[in-house]
């Protein structure tokens, strides 16, 4: 095989733990491996993201990729080192949450590459008609208490408590890797160093059900670390919560922009965990990055390739024309040339102000504009707005106000209905309707 995927994750720093044989597995023969997704919200969120590039690497060393979404264990919820036990969500919620996982899915994955595409299976599918005494006879004799309670995600919450519902869940995920391994030849199963646990009570399940006569597990796991920022904290969260995949959820302008602001002291990880970049390719980025770190070429370059490939090329460009407007020396050109379609992208999160087409034709010129008609919420007076222009800190679509008195015919609605005014480094946008 062209990419030996062990080797490829302990260069990027993605290798945490396997069982003994792993690696002899995948030199052995094309390999079906699989990891689970928590379908508790119809988008994945960029926590997702480290092991969905495990099933990437996975797949481009020319194994098979399983992607299971956890409808029946997404009924009961995962206690792995959660503080407390999570609400259910219904059967019709989560199969609306799997199609939205599934779509992104597909911007990394291949599911129609022949042999080794990748698959997508809800273990709700089976366990819907397996009956709770033929559970118990199926898996549940295969597992000791003793060895249930060893484990340290559930260590953890017998402090706190925790159901009988939620003591089953690493029951029912390694009956999943039972009934893959049966069913569709899976060998390994990847996830989270948390997920540890939870991975090898699969193993150890198909060990007891499937006997160890030849001598060697029949079934692997493999972990990943945990991605966390330089100084500890916690990875993937903003101000606003979780960065969401799903453009609906956190708009790609958004998304970019919480690339380029992370910090230069993690940026060598996220890019050998994130990035499809080769290694001399990253170690370039990092010369170049050392040399002139205010251009924060790492950031940009991990922010563009993620974009893309999660939203599309054309949510990049806006982004960059977002980044113009918004940060950088936009022009009245630029302006000009935001398609109708994507002012919504570009100005979301900008102050908006609507008014009427009758309002816009009865301004009497720019002052009365940005502060009576708007009704003061660009500047609360026209005393303030005066001022303001006269220090020359007023532009109408990227165009510097030179006189209070400048009528309004000077200044073109931008796709006929909005205008941009700029006051200092804030921006306010106008729409005429």
């Not at 939205?100 to 299976?121: C, W």
């Not at 366990?127 to 260590?155: H, T």
């Not at 009570?201 to 060990?207: F, H, K, S």
């Not at 990253?282 to 999660?310: D, F, G, Y």
């Amino acid at each position: 095989m062209a990419i030996d995927f062990i080797e490829e994750l302990r260069w990027r720093g993605m290798l945490h733990d396997m069982m003994p044989g792993t690696h002899e597995q995948l030199q052995k023969e094309m390999t079906c491996g699989y990891i689970g997704f928590d379908p508790t919200a119809p988008s994945l969120h960029i926590g997702n993201l480290a092991t969905i590039m495990l099933l990437v690497h996975f797949q481009r060393a020319g194994h098979k990729p399983i992607a299971l979404v956890g409808g029946a264990t997404g009924m009961i919820g995962d206690p792995s080192f959660k503080a407390a036990e999570r609400s259910f969500l219904d059967e019709d919620t989560l199969r609306i949450n799997q199609e939205g996982i599934r779509k992104q899915l597909e911007s990394f994955l291949d599911f129609n590459s022949g042999d080794n595409s990748a698959e997508m299976v809800n273990n709700y599918d089976w366990f819907k008609d397996i009956g709770f005494l033929q559970f118990l006879r199926d898996a549940g004799k295969y597992l000791s208490v003793n060895y249930m309670m060893s484990k340290d995600s559930v260590k953890k919450r017998l402090e706190t408590g925790i159901s009988f519902t939620e003591f089953s869940y690493q029951l029912l995920q390694g009956y999943d890797f039972y009934h893959l391994y049966k069913h569709k030849n899976v060998r390994l199963q990847m996830g989270g160093s948390d997920q540890w646990g939870n991975i090898t009570t699969g193993t150890e399940i198909i060990r007891r059900k499937e006997g160890d006569d030849e001598g060697y597990f029949k079934a692997y796991a493999l972990t990943t670390p945990l991605v966390t920022k330089a100084d500890g904290s916690k990875f993937g969260k903003s101000e606003g919560g979780n960065i969401w995949l799903d453009p609906e959820r956190t708009s790609p302008y958004q998304f970019y922009q919480f690339w380029l602001n992370q910090s230069d002291d993690d940026m060598p990880r996220y890019l050998r965990v994130f990035s499809l970049k080769g290694r001399e390719e990253i170690e370039a980025l990092e010369t170049s990055h050392a040399a002139e770190p205010h251009l924060r070429v790492m950031q940009k370059a991990l922010a563009a390739e993620l974009t893309i490939r999660i939203h599309s090329e054309k949510a990049y460009q806006t982004v960059l024309k977002a980044s113009e407007v918004l940060f950088g020396k936009a022009t009245l050109e630029t302006l000009q040339s935001i398609e109708i379609d994507e002012f919504d992208a570009i100005f979301d999160g900008v102050p908006q102000t609507e008014i009427s087409r009758e309002e816009w034709d009865n301004a009497a010129n720019v002052l009365d504009l940005v502060s009576t008609v708007t009704k003061s919420e660009i500047y609360p007076s026209k005393g303030e707005a005066r001022r303001a222009i006269q220090q020359n800190a007023v532009s109408v679509n990227k165009v510097k106000v030179t006189s209070e008195a400048q009528v309004l015919s000077e200044f073109a609605l931008l796709q006929d209905k909005f205008l941009l005014i700029s006051k200092g480094k804030k921006n306010h946008l106008i729409r005429v309707e």
